[in-house]
């Protein structure tokens, strides 16, 4: 005879995972390692909010020594709210809350919506709270409806209760923690928690990218400490928008400026040279034709020369400069001005007739190389500040205070509201009071004790929370 076969293994698997997820033990083991990980992600500087230039592979060893430091890495520790190890937590954490919600509140919720009102005399023996009373059934209701109990009759019997939203607490609450969860996933998402770096130099205005505003610097400050340190630094910003202020403020460090969803940190600063006062020289006489100021940064592509036809066209312009070992033509060593070398001609401004050109080294005592009647030196250069702002939005911020708030309000109803059960049934001329609390029973206890005298005795207590 053939046997039946068991259970398909797929059956069996998703038996055993609904089993797993189901269990309150994991998801509070769930809970502590998310609260640990985020409280370790708290601890360690994020890298989207360090304030430092430095990339993350040379600040953290830096910053926490280089055995944590590259550990912290090495596990994700420094951007613990997008890794991927956070991100399944927060996973199984929701799987666990929908499916012990969908478990328990089903259940649940049929059996207070449809309360079995009927019960035989040893039931209520059983309760928490149990009493014989020489009242009649209509009397015994009277008193629980002016308590506030919502009462249902059945008969002999009659079933009472208030506080039962109580039962709902731990859901709400479990409607919260989603909430969280979501908020929390959502940081990993493109476009919900975005930061970047934005230059800006004394005086000057930047567009940030992807945004409607401008950033516009009108000074950075820094004071140092005797040892050369910076005991403060601080940039003293506006916000722009089609052109016009909507907010100034200083700032400085973990004193941030707020707009439009973006938090503005004080995160470094630089300096460099900033802008060369060139004078042009008549090569015969020695006479300065005209005084130059020349951007290093960013330099115009010429300058007249006022009162005549002239003016003093850049060729080339070289903020590093240096040869490239492979084809040896002049190139940048790097991003920074270290190196500047100009290259102009002195043409005449109608018909763009070469009259002479020189080529400076602008930061040194070389001499310039020149043909024609005229030269340029450099008179001085001045520096540069540079501050660095790192702008910070987290959209998932209101989702993650909303969550908190239901999670606040599912607390509140689940350890202040106590959901009461009171049992009624014709006994011996008069009735029996059988009656159970989830939560305060010392209170439900005088409640019985003040609407009909006090209890004859104690059932055993239940452990059944369903």
Known sequence: MRQPEGPSPWVVLLDRTWDFFASTKVASVLIVLIAAASILGTLIEQESLYQDWRPPYLY??????????????????THTYSSVWYAALILMLVISLIICSLHRLVPLHRQLVRPQVWKLPHFLRKQQVVLEAGVS?????????????????????????????????????????????????????????????????????????????AITNHQFTIELYENGMPSRYATDASILVEGQEVVRKTIEVNKPLSYGGWDIYQASWREEPGVAHLRLVHAETGQVVTRIPFDLRDPAPEYPIEGTNLKVAVRTYLHDFMLDPETNQPTNASYEVRNPVVMAEVVTADTEQVLGRVA???????????????????ERVDTRWYTALKLHQDKTVPYMYAGLAVVFIGMLITFFIFHWQVWVREENGGVLIGARAYKNRFGLTREIQRLFGAPQGEGTERNDTA
Not at 64 to 72: A, K, M, T, V
Not at 170 to 194: M, N, Q, R, S
Not at 360 to 378: C, H, K, R, S, T
Request: proline share 6%; aromatic share 16%.
């Open 137 to 213: 059934l209509g009397e015994a209701e009277s008193r629980l409806n002016r308590a506030g109990y919502r009462i249902w009759r059945d008969r002999e019997c009659l079933y009472a209760e208030k506080g039962r939203l109580s039962r709902y607490g731990p859901y709400i609450l479990h409607i919260g923690l989603l909430v969280v969860c979501f908020a929390a996933f959502a940081k990993a998402l493109p476009g919900w928690d975005e930061s970047q770096d934005v230059w800006i130099p004394d005086g000057q205005t930047v567009k940030v990218p992807g945004t409607d505003f």
């Open 60 to 77: 953290y060893p830096d910053r926490y020594g280089e055995f944590w430091g590259n550990l912290f890495m090495r596990l994700g520790l």
């Open 360 to 378: 400076l080294v602008i930061l040194g005592d070389v001499p310039a190389v020149y043909a024609g009647p005229y030269y340029l030196e450099v």
